[in-house]
C-alpha cells in the first residue's frame, strides 16, 4: 500500500537559517509527489509538484524539492527561512490506481525564532 | 479563477445533529475530493466524484455520511446525527487531471 513519512514531528529554525523537511514514501511505481502548506486554520495550498523530468524541482515562496528515487525521498529545502514560513506541512503522494486520491504524511511542524 | 470555497467555515453543532457543507469548485475541474482533517493529522480521504458520479468511497465515511454532486457542479457532504468523533476540518479539493487544489475547509465542532 501507497504511504508517506515525514520523520520530523516539530522543526523549530531561526529565521534567516536554511531548512529542510523530509519526506519518504512507499510506492510501487512512479510517483506523483507533492509539498502542501496549512497555516493554522486553513487549507493546504500546493507548494510544488514532481511528475517526470528533473529531479530538482522549484516552487512558490523559495521552497525546492529533490526526488531521489534510490532513497525513497522527496525532501523540501528552502535556504534562507522567513518568520512567515511558520506553518505545517505535508508531504504527499497521488494514489495513480485509485482515482489520484492524495495520499498525506502525518505533517511537520515549523516554528521560525525571530 | 476564484479558487475552491467552501461554507460554512467554521460550524458548532450539538450531538445528534445533521450538519451539511457546501463546496464549490474551480469551474472547470471535473473531479472532486472531500477530506477529513484531525488535530495534528494529515487530511484523509473520504470521497471522490468525477463529474456527478460517486465513484469511490472510503470506509471512514460511514452510512452516517452522505455525499452528492448534482450536475456535477457544487458538492455538499452531508453527516446524519453527529457525534463527538466527527469533529475535525473537512476539506474539499477539486483537481481537471493530476493536481488538486484545496479550499478552505470548514471546522465542524460537535458538543
Known amino acids: 500500500a501507497q504511504s508517506v513519512t515525514q520523520p520530523d514531528i516539530h522543526i523549530t529554525v531561526s529565521e534567516g537559517a536554511s531548512l529542510e523537511l523530509r519526506c519518504n514514501y512507499s510506492?510501487?511505481?512512479?510517483?506523483?509527489l507533492f509539498w502542501y502548506v496549512q497555516s493554522p486554520g486553513q487549507g493546504l495550498q500546493l507548494l510544488l509538484k514532481y511528475f517526470s523530468g528533473d529531479t530538482l524541482v522549484q516552487g512558490i515562496k523559495g521552497f525546492e524539492a529533490e526526488f531521489k528515487r534510490s532513497q525513497s525521498s522527496f525532501n523540501l529545502r528552502k535556504p534562507s527561512v522567513h518568520w512567515s514560513d511558520a506553518a505545517e506541512y505535508f508531504c504527499a503522494v497521488v494514489s495513480k490506481t485509485s482515482y489520484d486520491k492524495v495520499i498525506f504524511g502525518p505533517g511537520t511542524s515549523l516554528s521560525v525564532i525571530p | 479563477d476564484t479558487g475552491v470555497s467552501q461554507d460554512p467555515r467554521h460550524k458548532i453543532t450539538k450531538r445528534g445533529q445533521n450538519v451539511t457543507f457546501r463546496c464549490d469548485p474551480i469551474s472547470e475541474h471535473n473531479r472532486l475530493y472531500w477530506y477529513r482533517q484531525t488535530l495534528g493529522q494529515g487530511p484523509e480521504f473520504l470521497t471522490y466524484?468525477?463529474?456527478?458520479?460517486?465513484?469511490?468511497k472510503s470506509r471512514l465515511l460511514s452510512d452516517r455520511f452522505s455525499a452528492e454532486r448534482p450536475k456535477g457542479s457544487f458538492s455538499t457532504l452531508e453527516i446524519q446525527r453527529t457525534e463527538q468523533g466527527d469533529s475535525a476540518m473537512y476539506l474539499c479539493?477539486?483537481?481537471?487531471?493530476?493536481?488538486?487544489?484545496f479550499g478552505p475547509g470548514t471546522r465542524l465542532t460537535v458538543l
Open positions: 479539493a477539486s483537481s481537471s487531471w493530476d493536481t488538486q487544489y
Open positions: 466524484f468525477q463529474n456527478e458520479a460517486q465513484l469511490e
Open positions: 510506492y510501487g511505481a512512479t510517483p506523483y
